[in-house]
């Protein structure tokens, strides 16, 4: 199993070495010297990582034949791919890896089906599930411990308490009600 680790930022300095965006929950298992990583594209990969700091709060990498700043300039924008296990879990316990995310069945805490996660999307300020409605629409649920509230990996589903207006139209239809309820008392 694949599993993207990082993205390769600008070059830092003059002797290869690079700044890299962490997409990993365990950079030191997946990214230490020594990690060989697949790459996409294919065609720059695979690299083996040589040395790693941090440096003002950023990963800094150099990998083994990247000796000078025009060659670690040649993979920015490079994602790192980590070969995992697809047995292997997370070493927190409400950890999860996407794989295990992924075709969970999305429903409400009343048990209400909403749908299934077909992607995630990591952001800086938190992960997001893609979710895709029968009728094949898409709903986006931030994936926080407010909103969802259960991983059940066993019965293969994510429970959501989803606020108003998230998963659904309902709050704006209500207020639509409303609005035309009052229009018409208005009339009379």
């Known amino acids: 199993m694949q599993l993207v680790v990082a993205r390769i930022g600008r070059a830092h300095g003059i002797k ?17 010297p020594g990690a060989v990583l697949l790459t996409d594209p294919a065609s720059t990969g695979p690299l083996t990582i040589e040395t790693g700091r ?14 000078d700043r025009t060659a670690a300039e040649a993979l920015r924008n ?19 890896y996407d794989h ?3 075709d969970l069945d999305v429903v409400t805490k009343e048990g209400v089906e909403v749908g299934r996660i077909t992607e ?3 952001l800086p300020s938190q992960d997001l599930f893609i979710v895709e409605r029968p009728d094949g629409s898409e709903v986006l649920i931030p ?17 959501i308490d989803p606020p108003p207006g ?23």
């Open 78 to 96: 490079t994602t790192l791919i980590a070969e995992v296990d697809p047995e292997a879990l997370p070493e927190e316990e409400d950890e999860y």
């Open 16 to 32: 290869g070495e690079v700044t890299v965006e962490v997409r990993t929950d365990e950079p030191e298992l997946r990214l230490g």
């Open 143 to 159: 994936f926080v411990e407010k909103i969802v509230t259960e991983i059940d990996l066993e019965e293969q589903k994510a429970v």
């Open 100 to 102: 295990q995310l992924m």
């Open 166 to 188: 998230l998963i659904d139209d309902q709050a704006d239809d209500d207020e639509a009600a409303d609005g035309d309820s009052a229009a018409s008392q208005e009339e009379s």
């Open 54 to 67: 941090v440096h003002s709060g950023r990963l800094i990498l150099r990998f083994e034949g990247v000796k």
């Open 120 to 122: 995630i999307s990591h």
